[in-house]
């Protein structure tokens, strides 16, 4: 893309996506008109659609997964043709599948793990589904994916599972901020995790109906936990903060360099699981998975915390009222690289924007929909990871709508404020994730950005205000001052 500047036509670097399978979920609701073939030419299920509903849709609807139908099958899939489009039409809209929310007009657009669709694809369900949903000829259709068992975790085959114990939440009762307590690692020696992943193992049936929501197969909203060798679970500036786990959040792979410590002989301190009814008694525990670097590994950048940006007691939310802005700032004490978006809102949350402000340059990194019942967290891929200078200036912007027309407000006429109920408000992107970078580790992320975008001092490029074509040198010389 070129845009005419002052200086002439300047190379704007934005960042393209491709797909892969993600879990993904559905709503059911009534079919098209029966039809089984098409003419040629057509867009067909098993030439067109069983492609899409592979790489996007697969993972979670199918027998013993997570979504409440299989779409394996023309006969699985044909009679919620109407939903699939309805749904995957919504794009960044509360009830949107595949359950991503990126904006893809504005912003950085490169991120690992993305399942949404492209516009063509859309293009071939909305022309299926109004052209009757026919099926094809049974020739072309791909071979289906092997998914060996619905057990399998999206990091990979973990090194170290840990369980939390078994709780109880009876069908009908109030939400529950309780502590689990600890849990032994029974690690002998350091390792440093370069993938995390928490999921839920309930006695609901999996193929029990649950078309409500993914909320309704779990009773575990979050949970917040950390690791410590401290055995009573004492945690102090020595203690591990992993991240934390929600309802449809994706497992977590950290950047190579950036493995977090499991130390030998530390506990799982379960600080605070918050847990719900579902309508069903439900018996439940956490797995907690984790993947190992090799042994001898040593990680070459530290984690660090972003405090402030975010609102919490003095959050104003007005009753019956649509797009309402709430912002917060906070600035950048060392160069930075952001390695997740995570938005947090509560129900009436509909969008975040996360924005970079270097001096006069003002940047929109990321910019997302909000669905409280699908919480994600987006990363960044490595070449799109944003490096900023100390001094940047990282703003949010949340978006609210408290009318009737969003569903996930339980009365829209009550004003509310924050608080950690999901009838109450938050506000923050403190969830999301961030690495320190000495002087000298910005300067190499820099000039290797330089080298890999190959960019030139005409190029502009989305999350690095300071890789505007100029050389390590310069690079080095204003990292300095």
């Given at each position: 893309m070129e845009a005419t500047t002052p200086l002439g036509p300047r190379r704007i670097v934005l960042w393209t996506c491709g797909s892969v399978a993600a879990a993904v979920g559905l709503i059911a609701s009534v079919g098209?008109?029966?039809?089984?073939?098409?003419?040629?030419?057509?867009?067909?299920?098993?030439?067109?659609i069983a492609p899409i509903?592979?790489?996007?849709?697969?993972?979670?609807?199918?027998?013993?997964?997570?979504?409440?139908?299989?779409?394996?099958?023309?006969?699985?899939?044909?009679?919620?043709?109407?939903?699939?489009?309805?749904?995957?039409?919504?794009?960044?809209?509360?009830?949107?599948?595949?359950?991503?929310?990126?904006e893809k007009d504005i912003g950085i657009q490169q991120y690992k793990d993305d399942p949404s669709l492209n516009e063509d694809e859309l293009a071939k369900i909305g022309k299926w589904v109004d052209g009757g949903a026919p099926r094809g000829n049974p020739a072309d259709m791909p071979p289906p994916l092997d998914f060996k068992s619905g057990d399998q975790w999206k990091i990979g085959k973990p090194d170290l599972i840990?369980?939390?114990?078994?709780?109880?939440?009876?069908?009908?009762?109030?939400?529950?901020?309780?502590?689990?307590?600890?849990?032994?690692?029974?690690?002998?020696?350091?390792?440093?995790?370069?993938?995390v992943e928490v999921r839920e193992v309930n006695d609901?049936?999996?193929?029990?109906?649950?078309?409500?929501?993914?909320?309704?197969?779990?009773?575990?909203?979050?949970?917040?936990?950390?690791?410590?060798?401290?055995?009573?679970?004492?945690?102090?500036?020595?203690?591990?903060?992993?991240?934390?786990?929600?309802?449809?959040?994706?497992?977590?792979?950290?950047?190579?360099?950036?493995?977090?410590?499991?130390?030998?002989?530390?506990?799982?301190?379960?600080?605070?699981?918050?847990?719900?009814?579902n309508g069903r008694d439900t018996k439940a525990h956490l797995e907690f998975a984790f993947k190992f670097h090799p042994k001898g590994y040593k990680p070459g950048v530290k984690w660090v915390n972003v405090s402030g940006l975010g609102k919490g007691a003095d959050?104003?939310?007005?009753?019956?009222?649509?797009?309402?802005?709430?912002?917060?700032?906070?600035?950048?004490?060392?160069?930075?690289?952001?390695?997740?978006?995570?938005?947090?809102?509560?129900?009436?949350?509909?969008?975040?924007?996360?924005?970079?402000?270097?001096?006069?340059?003002?940047?929109?990194?990321?910019?997302?929909?909000?669905?409280?019942?699908w919480v994600r967290t987006y990363a960044y891929a490595d070449d799109a990871m944003p490096l900023l200078p100390k001094g940047t200036i990282l703003h949010i912007i949340g978006v609210l709508d408290t009318s009737a027309a969003n569903k996930n407000i339980v009365d829209g006429r009550n004003w509310s404020g924050?608080?950690?109920?999901?009838?109450?408000?938050?506000?923050?992107?403190?969830?999301?994730?961030y690495i320190e970078l000495t002087d000298e580790q910005f300067?190499?992320?820099?000039?290797?950005?330089?080298?890999?975008?190959k960019l030139t001092k005409n190029d502009y490029v989305i999350g690095c205000p300071l890789c505007m074509g100029v050389t390590p040198a310069e690079i080095a010389s204003t990292a300095s001052r």
């Open positions: 098209v008109g029966a039809q089984s073939s098409a003419p040629t030419g057509d867009v067909t299920f098993t030439k067109d509903l592979q790489r996007h849709c697969q993972t979670c609807h199918r027998p013993d997964a997570l979504a409440p139908m299989s779409l394996l099958t023309y006969e699985d899939a044909r009679p919620y043709a109407r939903a699939i489009k309805t749904r995957t039409a919504l794009r960044t809209q509360r009830g949107a599948m595949p359950p991503w929310y990126i840990v369980s939390s114990a078994d709780v109880t939440v009876k069908a009908m009762s109030a939400d529950q901020w309780v502590s689990l307590g600890t849990v032994p690692t029974g690690l002998t020696e350091d390792r440093y995790v370069t993938a609901i049936p999996k193929n029990a109906d649950s078309k409500t929501s993914v909320g309704g197969r779990f009773v575990f909203h979050h949970m917040n936990y950390s690791s410590t060798t401290d055995p009573s679970g004492r945690i102090d500036e020595t203690a591990t903060h992993w991240p934390l786990p929600e309802v449809g959040r994706n497992g977590d792979i950290f950047p190579e360099q950036a493995g977090k410590l499991l130390a030998a002989g530390s506990v799982l301190v379960l600080e605070q699981a918050h847990l719900h009814a959050m104003d939310v007005k009753p019956l009222t649509a797009n309402q802005e709430l912002h917060a700032y906070a600035v950048l004490q060392q160069h930075t690289k952001v390695v997740t978006f995570e938005p947090h809102l509560h129900a009436a949350g509909t969008r975040m924007c996360l924005e970079a402000i270097w001096g006069t340059d003002n940047q929109t990194l990321s910019c997302a929909g909000y669905d409280h019942n924050g608080g950690r109920r999901s009838v109450a408000n938050m506000f923050h992107n403190t969830l999301g994730t300067e190499r992320e820099m000039a290797e950005r330089l080298r890999k975008l």
